[in-house]
């Protein structure tokens, strides 16, 4: 299996276009549509080095070590294909 690794911002949305993605919570939320879209039967998220908020469980709060990992089984774009190599 092929990882490709990509940062990200809040200013995503002005790359990808403010009508489709309006917020980061969008923009996950449209990652994992496409995994379905790729005809995946199965997608992991992994959150990882998040933190509890000190005054509410409840919350949790991001950290620059912060990162969010979105695997599925599904079939879509090889790392040449998304580069425009073929």
């Known amino acids: 299996m092929s990882f490709l690794k990509f940062r990200t911002n809040a200013k995503v949305e002005n790359l990808i276009g403010r009508e489709l993605i309006t917020s980061n919570t969008i923009a996950v939320f449209e990652l994992i549509k496409n995994s379905y879209d790729a005809g995946a039967k199965r997608v992991d998220i992994k959150f990882i080095n998040f933190l509890f908020h000190e005054d509410n469980r409840n919350l949790v709060v991001s950290t620059p070590n ?3 990992i979105i695997s ?6 090889s790392p040449v294909s998304f580069y425009g190599l073929v």
């Open 66 to 68: 912060s990162r969010i």
């Open 72 to 77: 599925d089984n599904g079939k879509g774009m």
